[in-house]
């Protein structure tokens, strides 16, 4: 669970440095945001994987998408990175630093209740969907104009199934089977936001957003 | 004040002068005094010796993007007459500058007065011809080139091949060959752009010539990996002559471990031997003649390793420092935060911390090695990890070409060490 939201904060804080590296003088940085992509990459198959485990260990209770993470201040980060992911997947070790989440956390966290509410509609519709051909891990991404954090990491919880019924076997095998069912999710949201007006705030604005699990795995290329 | 930002620090190859950098545009050019018998204490102190506004911010209307004046690389030309040249970069154009001297200046015209301003001709009762007459040196530079409109991406690094008669600029996913006189056109010898941007796995973090043949360059990428090119080989390199990658050591595998596997320079040795590389947390020496793996590995600060994820937050991960030889190629220097830098001898493998501040740095006085306490108990004159400035980095450091004479930029001020003369 520590990891899963540990994970989750990762993939928040980047899509966020994402976002705003777009603001900054002189343009998108194309190695920064290939960086940011990776690290997104990285968090996203930690979650998976740290999630395939929660459920492994429990299951007559999966991490449902319960309000109170939502309602809860970001993410001290004090979280524990203990070694819930098993052999051959990738750890997590470091400990964390006593250091001030980035404002920007705060933010994606108070909006997430109502990111929530459209995610859980989304959720069945996806269902029936099957992955595609899997997601090329290198596979850089677009971003959305709206998209950027907000009710990322809700949505994220939301949208992710417990691993199918046939996931047995190697572990690695499983998370590439979630991987591809993820992949599906993603491939599946409609049609891209609308762009946001150009009077955006810098910050990130509080806006549910479609295809915000697009973000997730699109980086941004500018050019 | 956010201009004054240091972002490159580069010695001429006779050591006489230092060229800077800034994040406003600026150049300012050090000289080096001139020893003097009378004056052994002063000897060879760098002094201001010109200072010119290189770069403009500029605007892309196409894409809508500001492009930073920073200067992100300077490089010098060899002295081959009296007028010294460099060239200087920012994200999107190479600027050729001649800086020269002026000591002397026509007096004395027929038609003009003193101010400049033509003189009534009614006034005009003789005829005299203008004559040289000494005047307060003056340094001017003037740009002889402009480069522009080759680089779609943001140009890393530029460097003159020993022909001098080319240089090479680096963008993210392209290198390209010019003729210091062709301003118009350049050739393409790197390109690594995927048909399908996403696709894209890594981009080109730093490139340069070797030392004497000017025919081979190397090129280093965000997947920590060295590429060596014969340009005799075919007119687009993309197909490397060599290929130098270490395989990574499985214990060491953590979360963010692609991203500071990323070479931030890439250093030639003065002989032409070796290479250099600076990722985020070691120095890497290759020998070029071994691809598998490097030669020599230099730990710059280990206990970030396992800060990782705080370092990631702040954005200290995506740091880059650069690495730099001594004239003998028998010690490399690289910078690290606190302010500290560190400098490894890779004959005695004895290596140093020192601290670049102003509370040290009084003239003449002797720099103290540092130390970092990595954990138990910390010792006198240790800091701790966690009292570390990751605001105060060093990021760009530069050696005399012949002598130990080393340039420190720390954020916006220079520091010129040298050793003590007994």
């Keep these: 669970m520590e990891v899963q939201k540990e994970a989750q904060r990762i993939m928040t804080l980047s899509v966020w440095k994402m976002y705003h590296s777009r603001m900054q003088r002189g343009g998108l940085r194309l190695h920064r945001s290939l960086q940011l992509s990776l690290v997104m990459r990285s968090a996203r198959e930690l979650y998976l994987s740290a999630k395939v485990d929660a459920h492994e260990s429990e299951p007559p209770l999966p991490p449902a998408p319960s309000p109170d993470p939502h309602l809860h201040p970001p993410r001290e980060a004090h979280a524990a990175a203990e070694a819930a992911a098993p052999d051959g997947e990738q750890p997590f070790p470091e400990p964390m630093d006593t250091q001030e989440a980035p404002r920007a956390e705060e933010t994606p966290a108070r909006c997430a209740p109502r990111p929530a509410k459209v995610s859980r509609k989304r959720r069945s519709s996806s269902l029936s969907d099957s992955g595609d051909a899997g997601l090329v891990p290198s596979k850089k991404a677009r971003l959305e104009e709206a998209a950027a954090e907000e009710g990322f990491s809700s949505e994220l919880r939301d949208r992710l199934q417990p691993p199918p019924a046939q996931a047995e076997g190697a572990f690695p095998n499983l998370a590439r089977v979630l991987q591809r069912r993820f992949s599906g999710l993603l491939n599946c949201t409609p049609a891209a936001p609308p762009t946001a007006p150009p009077a955006c705030e810098a910050k990130p604005a509080c806006r549910p957003a479609d295809s915000m699990l697009n973000v997730l795995v699109r980086a941004v290329v500018a050019f | ?422």
């Design chain 2, 1 to 422: 004040m956010l201009a004054d930002i240091i972002s490159t620090v580069e010695f001429n190859h006779t050591g006489e002068l230092l060229a800077t950098g800034d994040k406003g545009g600026r150049v300012v050019i050090f000289q080096r005094e001139q020893e003097s018998k009378n004056q052994v204490h002063r000897r060879g102190e760098y002094n201001v010796y010109s200072t010119f506004q290189s770069h403009e911010p500029e605007f892309d209307y196409l894409k809508s993007l500001e492009i930073e004046e920073k200067i992100n690389k300077i490089r010098w030309l060899p002295q081959q007459n009296a007028a010294y040249f460099l060239l200087s970069t920012n994200d999107k154009t190479v600027k050729l500058w001649k800086v020269s001297e002026r000591d002397k200046r026509p007096e004395g015209y027929n038609l003009k007065d003193e101010e400049g301003r033509l003189r009534d001709p009614a006034t005009i009762t003789t005829l005299r011809v203008p004559v040289l007459r000494p005047m307060d040196l003056m340094v001017e530079a003037t740009p002889r080139r402009v480069f522009a409109n080759a680089h779609t991406y943001h140009i890393n690094s530029i460097s003159v091949n020993s022909d001098y008669e080319t240089y090479m600029s680096a963008d993210d996913l392209r290198i390209n060959l010019w003729n210091f006189e062709i301003t118009n056109q350049s050739f393409n010898i790197v390109d690594i752009k995927p048909a399908n941007m996403e696709e894209l796995t890594e981009v080109i973090t730093a490139a340069e010539f070797h030392p004497h043949h000017c025919n081979t360059f190397v090129y280093s990428s965000s997947k920590g990996t060295i590429r060596l090119c014969d340009m005799r080989a075919s007119a687009l390199c993309d197909r490397h002559t060599k290929f130098f990658e270490e395989p990574e050591d499985p214990s060491n595998r953590s979360f963010f471990s692609e991203i500071i596997s990323s070479i931030s320079d890439v250093k030639f040795s003065h002989s032409g031997r070796y290479i250099m590389t600076r990722d985020y947390l070691t120095v890497k020496v290759w020998d070029l003649n071994m691809e598998n793996r490097p030669i020599e590995t230099y730990q710059v600060h280990d206990y970030l390793r396992s800060k990782l994820c705080s370092l990631y937050e702040n954005d200290c991960i995506f740091d880059k420092f650069e690495c730099v030889w001594n004239g003998s190629d028998s010690v490399i220097m690289t910078g690290s935060y606190n302010n500290f830098f560190r400098m490894f001898d890779r004959n005695t493998k004895r290596d140093v911390t020192l601290e670049a501040s102003r509370e040290n740095s009084k003239p003449r006085a002797i720099l103290k090695p540092r130390k970092v306490c990595v954990g138990g108990k910390r010792r006198k004159d240790e800091i701790s990890v966690d009292s570390l400035d990751f605001s105060k980095k060093i990021l760009h450091t530069a050696w005399h070409p012949s002598e130990n004479i080393i340039a420190v930029a720390a954020t916006n001020n220079l520091y010129i060490f040298q050793d003590k003369v007994n």
